[in-house]
């Protein structure tokens, strides 16, 4: 079993920058691709970033590119999203996502993510 717990979502105004974090728990998190997925109200959960399990290969939706870094720091079991040049259509709620174990590659859908964090609310003002 997994369990991921994010924080450092808030509000920040158009422009402004915020960084989130996804602490894991277990003894697998290095062997494991991660990924940040994100959902407005009344849409559908979308992907957002994600990063293999050596850090090596990582993977962006083209509306983040550029302004989003995903990172991890497998000895702290914990992987980052660096937000930059944020915009009022980047609110949303944000979830952290695990893949099983020894599934180390990069995904990008829903369904090769085996847990799920509680999400972290990230709301940008104009």
């Not at 050596?54 to 497998?74: C, L």
């Amino acid at each position: 079993q997994v369990q991921l717990v994010e924080s450092g979502g808030g509000l920040v105004q158009a422009g402004g920058s915020l960084r989130l974090s996804c602490a894991a728990s277990g003894h697998t998190f290095s062997s494991r691709g991660m990924g940040w997925f994100r959902q407005a109200p009344g849409t559908e959960r979308e992907f957002v970033a994600t990063i293999s399990a050596s850090g090596g290969s990582t993977d962006y939706a083209d509306s983040v590119k550029g302004r989003f870094t995903i990172s991890r720091d497998n000895a702290k079991k914990t992987v980052y999203l660096q937000m930059n040049s944020l915009k009022p259509e980047d609110t949303a709620v944000y979830y952290c996502a695990a893949r099983g174990p020894w599934n180390g590659n990069t995904r990008r859908t829903r369904d090769e993510y085996d847990y799920w964090g509680q999400g972290t609310q990230v709301t940008v003002s104009s």
